[in-house]
């Protein structure tokens, strides 16, 4: 029998989500791939260089996953929640995007102690 927290809801889940990215430099990496998926979508969309799109994954989960296994240590959520996981991953690059990121940790973490 498992102990282990299952998650419902991207609501309930995106607090787990960023206590496991609480690394400056995992959230950076995390930021930099995001970025760089959001603009090969859109150029490629664009400029209808449709191939762009094919890097999306390997820029998406390239950054995230050096952040994870190299810098935080912990494996990525996303082989367990893989649309939580991509949907928060939008969320946290918008919380970054207009500084709210460290608010929005530490309220994680204070949410994530509780439970």
């Known amino acids: 029998m498992s102990t282990e927290k299952r998650y419902e809801s ?8 960023l206590t496991e990215h609480s690394d400056f430099t995992n959230r950076t990496l995390h930021f930099i791939g995001t970025g760089i998926v959001i603009s090969l979508m859109l150029i490629g ?3 209808e260089k449709y191939a762009l799109l094919f890097f999306i994954p390997l820029a998406g989960y390239g950054f995230a996953w050096v952040g994870h296994f190299m810098i935080e240590k912990n494996k990525p959520a996303t082989f367990k929640y893989p649309f939580y996981s991509l949907a928060s991953d939008f969320i946290m690059f918008w919380h970054i995007l207009t500084f709210q990121i460290n608010e929005k940790l530490e309220a994680a973490q204070k949410k994530i102690k509780a439970n």
């Open 10 to 17: 991207l609501m309930e889940f995106y607090p787990y989500y």
């Open 45 to 47: 969309l664009t400029l």
